[in-house]
């Protein structure tokens, strides 16, 4: 998947753009779509899995350009989760281990639970984060594609 997104030329001013994705907007057909975003002209939601992105649109002379951004808050609450829900799993897991004469016999021996709950539940969040992100963006640019796609007979240069 490419991070390049393509141009539309436009013939249209700003205001006519942020019009046209407005109306759209209001039959239904531009999900997310906000006409004063902090940047660009205009923005619209970037669905991506597991986490979506806005995209937003920029207007210059001409033609219309488009960049995507990861939204940050869900992101962030979901890191912020999965750390906090790392420590209540030992003492839940241990519990449940005790019950077992096997398990048992291993503490007996020295091994606490906390020296193999730990690393094996630790070490795999960078790789779990790194993949999650990596999928997310290939998403939000898929879909990104497919909207620009979409919007380029509405917003193009012989409109």
Known sequence: MTTELPDIPTASDADAVVAKLRNRSKR?????????PSEG?????????PFDGTLFVHHEPG???????????IPAI??????L?????????????????????????????????VPTT????PFVWRTAIK?????????AHETI??????????D
Request: net charge positive; glycine share 8%; hydrophobic share 45%.
């Open 149 to 158: 796609e979409k919007l380029r007979p509405l917003l193009g240069a012989d």
């Open 63 to 73: 033609r219309l350009r488009f960049q995507v951004r990861l939204n940050q808050k």
């Open 85 to 117: 829900t790392v420590w209540p799993g030992m003492p839940l897991t241990d519990s449940f281990l005790s019950n077992f004469l096997w398990y048992e016999k291993l503490l007996a021996k020295g091994l606490e639970t906390w020296m193999w709950y």
């Open 135 to 143: 999928k997310s963006r290939a998403s939000i640019y898929a879909h």
């Open 41 to 49: 002209v205009a923005s619209v939601a970037a669905y991506g899995t």
């Open 122 to 125: 630790i070490l795999p969040l």
């Open 28 to 36: 239904g057909k531009l999900p997310g779509f906000n006409g004063s």
């Open 78 to 83: 979901f890191a912020v989760i999965l750390v």
